[in-house]
């Protein structure tokens, strides 16, 4: 309750120190779409508030999202031109989310579909770690690729790596991890 608190003095609070921006993002396991208000503070570390939507799949019944975000963006870009266009290119950045689902029968049948015993445990709040790799195409407009994986992703790919390397492409890595695409406007 004290960082819900804090968070949406954070948000109402006027601050000139603070870059504001609002953020689309599809998938990346963060549901079919996900809507962030952003602020970023000395161009490097954003503090984000979402929410987005799970659509009903035939394994569990649709699903409300919420979500708290903290964004790092080392100082590292590149620019380059195409047909006259400057384009900025920041390669990373790191995140870490924690969400929150809105329902109460999170899974009516557990996925079982390659994958091992006891991967999922029903529960309707996650840590995702992401990746994004950023281009400025605008001066307020920035598009994204963003690459994530749960927190119980990480802990079974640690336990189950035999498992995952035979199973899966890049050492396994693309059993847990997901991509999504994302919009950034700068207010």
Do not use: C
Not at 78 to 107: A, C, E, N, R, V
Not at 137 to 144: K, S, T
């Amino acid at each position: 309750m004290r960082v819900l608190s804090l968070l949406i003095f954070l948000f109402t609070f006027k601050s000139t120190a603070a870059t504001k921006q609002i953020e689309l993002q599809t998938s990346g396991l963060i549901g079919v779409g996900h809507a962030f208000y952003s602020l970023t503070f000395s161009d490097r570390h954003t503090i984000s508030m979402g929410i987005g939507y799970v659509p009903k799949q035939y394994d569990h019944d649709d699903m409300r999202l919420f979500s708290v975000k903290y964004r790092y963006t080392p100082d590292i870009k590149y620019t380059f031109q195409i047909k006259s266009k400057l384009i900025q290119w920041k390669p990373f950045s790191f995140s870490t989310t924690m969400l929150f689902g809105k329902d109460h029968d999170d899974y009516k049948i557990l996925p079982d579909r390659d994958i091992p015993e006891g991967y999922y445990t029903p529960t309707d709040r996650r840590f995702i770690f992401s990746m994004q790799s950023n281009f400025l195409v605008r001066d307020n407009i920035e598009l994204y690729w963003d690459w994530s994986v749960l927190d119980i992703g990480v802990v079974n790919y640690t336990r189950n790596f035999e498992f995952y390397r035979d199973n899966y492409y890049l050492m396994g890595l693309t059993g847990i991890v997901s991509s999504g695409v994302g919009i950034r406007v700068y207010l």
